[in-house]
T-cell receptor
C-alpha cells in the first residue's frame, strides 16, 4: 500500500488566482495521477504524471490550466490556474502500486472553493 | 471507451439489512475490477478487487463482490450492514493494458441505526 498526503486540505480562493496542490507519497512510485471529484459525480482523471516526462492530460484538460510537476518519485504538484467558480471541486492525488497487479491508492483530497 | 454504471445512486437501509450495490461495465475483454469506499470526511479506500481466479471476492469489513462475466457485472454485497457502513461506494473497472480505471459515479449508502 501507500500513504499519501496532500496540502492544502482545503482552500477558498478568489477568481483569477492560482492554487498549487502538493502530493507526497511515503514510497517511490512510478505513476501518479490527479483526479477531480465533483459532488454527485464520478472521479474524473485530469492527468497522469510520470517522473522525468511530461504529464499526459485527458480530454478536456490542458497543461496551461492544470500544470503539473513531478520532480521525483515521491512528490508531485498540480496547479489550478486562473481559477473560476467552475473549478470548485475536490482534487485527488493517486498512485499505482503493485506491479502487474497494481492498485490505485488515493490521497485525502484538497477541497477547493473558488469565489 | 468503457463505461461503468452504478444504478443505485442513493440507498437507505436499516442496520442488519442486507446490501447489494450494482455495478455494470461495458467492455468485452479482460478486466480488473475494484470497489472503493469513501467514509464521511475520509479519503477513498480500496474495499476489494478482482484480477483473476475465484469470481467471488472477499474484502474488508465483511464485504464481498461477485464477478459475473456473462452479465458484465461486479455487484457488491454485505449480508448485514452496520451504521458505520454509511459511506460513498465507487465501482471501478480497468481494461487490459491500461493502468487507469474508469470509475462509476458512486452510490451513497446511508444506514440508519
Amino acid at each position: 500500500s501507500a500513504v499519501i498526503s496532500q496540502k492544502p486540505s482545503r482552500d477558498i480562493c478568489q477568481r483569477g488566482t492560482s492554487l498549487t496542490i502538493q502530493c507526497q507519497v511515503d514510497s517511490q512510485v512510478t505513476m501518479m495521477f490527479w483526479y477531480r471529484q465533483q459532488p454527485g459525480q464520478s472521479l474524473t482523471l485530469i492527468a497522469t504524471a510520470n517522473q522525468g516526462s511530461e504529464a499526459t492530460y485527458e480530454s478536456g484538460f490542458v497543461i496551461d490550466k492544470f500544470p503539473i510537476s513531478r520532480p521525483n518519485l515521491t512528490f508531485s504538484t498540480l496547479t489550478v490556474s486562473n481559477m473560476s467558480p467552475e473549478d470548485s471541486s475536490i482534487y485527488l492525488c493517486s498512485v499505482a502500486v503493485g506491479g502487474s497487479t497494481d492498485t490505485q491508492y488515493f490521497g485525502p483530497g484538497t477541497r477547493l472553493t473558488v469565489l | 471507451a468503457q463505461s461503468v454504471s452504478q444504478h443505485n445512486h442513493h440507498v437507505i437501509l436499516s442496520e442488519a439489512a442486507s446490501l447489494e450495490l450494482g455495478c455494470n461495465y461495458s467492455y468485452g475483454g479482460t478486466v480488473n475490477l475494484f470497489w472503493y469506499v469513501q467514509y464521511p470526511g475520509q479519503h477513498l479506500q480500496l474495499l476489494l478487487k478482482y484480477f483473476s481466479g475465484d469470481p467471488l471476492v472477499k474484502g474488508i469489513k465483511g464485504f464481498e463482490a461477485e464477478f459475473i462475466k456473462s452479465k458484465f457485472s461486479f455487484n457488491l454485497r454485505k449480508p448485514s450492514v452496520q451504521w458505520s457502513d454509511t459511506a460513498e461506494y465507487f465501482c471501478a473497472v480497468r481494461t487490459g493494458g491500461s493502468y487507469i480505471p474508469t470509475f462509476g459515479r458512486g452510490t451513497s449508502l446511508i444506514v440508519h441505526p
